[in-house]
């Protein structure tokens, strides 16, 4: 249409096709109480005139906006891309459309993203690591529609959907003890979220299910970014007796600990044995290519989507936790004599 045009109305649409502006509507709507012949003439109408439904005033009367917001700790970390698509071939389905936000781990950036919700910009909330306690995730859940996707509170009833994360690490941790390891370290984090708490239960308890002894000194406890495995590899490696195996709570640690070791020449995959986490597109064509546990990180995104759909639906409606398989995905870094 050009500069200046008068744009055509839903009126003009009704009169161009002989019905009335409610079956118009109902047309829009993708109501189904409309014959597929009464149907096609409002199509034929709405191509011819060029008319483009006021989506605003639609959402107002419905109550939505059609907006989600996924908020994430960080946008440079590649573990959340897949989880993101996830959740918009979901929300795509039902026209919803999808922003992705940082809270950079801060719990006052993320209050602040909920001012969306106050002012009523969105619909729903996916939080993939919130900051906040379970007291207010569960009083901000009874008034707004929310879940939690990958990092969840453990002390709140609010919906989510994640790994085992307890299990995958004491299976990585089996694992490398059925190939001959004994001194076995962890580089995870302190960030207190339930994903790296349960990783060191499943850590200690594998080695405690063998007869291991925990070592103290191969506990490192530090972030999940490539920086933070160069530093806790270092320390590592500066031990009286270094490891022979590292276990990293991310493939970012992994990539950081990898690089290390080849720095001091240490052959990863013949002499140390190296895992991460999480299965990241880089794990399977670093050099050598991550043993490592796979997320479905995709499969979570769509679910945490799906349920965040029935959410604004039904604020009332049930609490689901749902718990997806992991799997531990073996490569070249580490030793399979």
Not at 141 to 158: F, L, W
Request: charged share 25%.
């Amino acid at each position: 249409m050009l500069r200046g045009e008068i744009m055509n109305t839903i009126q003009d649409v009704a009169h161009e096709a002989g019905v009335s502006v409610a079956t118009v509507s109902r047309v829009i709507n993708n109501n189904d109480n409309v014959s597929t012949n009464t149907k096609n003439k409002v199509l034929k109408a709405i191509n011819k005139l060029e008319y483009t439904p006021n989506l605003l005033g639609r959402n107002l009367r419905k109550k939505r906006t059609y907006k989600v917001l996924v908020l994430v700790p960080t946008l440079s970390n590649e573990f959340y891309s897949e989880i993101v698509r996830g959740v918009e071939d979901v929300a795509s389905k039902d026209n919803y459309y999808v922003m992705v936000c940082s809270t950079h781990s801060n719990k006052e950036t993320e209050k602040a993203y909920l001012n969306m919700f106050y002012n009523q910009l969105i619909d729903g909330i996916i939080f993939t690591a919130p900051e906040m306690s379970g007291e207010e995730m569960m009083d901000i859940a009874n008034k707004y529609p929310v879940i939690q996707c990958s990092e969840y509170i453990r002390d709140s009833e609010v919906s989510w959907v994640s790994i085992n994360n307890y299990q995958a690490s004491y299976d990585a941790i089996k694992y490398l003890i059925d190939i001959g390891h004994k001194d076995i370290a962890i580089i995870g984090s302190e960030n207190g979220f339930v994903s790296s708490i349960k990783r060191q239960q499943g850590y200690m308890k594998a080695l405690q299910h063998n007869n291991i002894k925990i070592n103290n000194d191969y506990i490192i406890q530090t972030n999940y970014e490539y920086e933070d495995g160069i530093n806790g590899c270092i320390k590592l490696m500066n031990l009286e007796k270094p490891p022979t195996a590292i276990f990293c709570g991310s493939d970012a640690i992994a990539v950081g600990v990898i690089r290390q070791l080849t720095k001091q020449g240490i052959q990863v995959g013949e002499e140390i044995s190296v895992i991460g986490f999480d299965d990241t597109n880089f794990a399977a064509y670093y050099n050598p290519p991550i043993t490592t546990i796979s997320q479905p990180r995709y499969e979570m995104g769509k679910i945490a989507m799906e349920l965040l759909l029935r959410k604004i639906n039904n604020i009332k409606c049930k609490n689901e936790y749902i718990i997806l398989d992991h799997k531990l995905t073996i490569r070249e870094s580490t030793i399979t004599e």
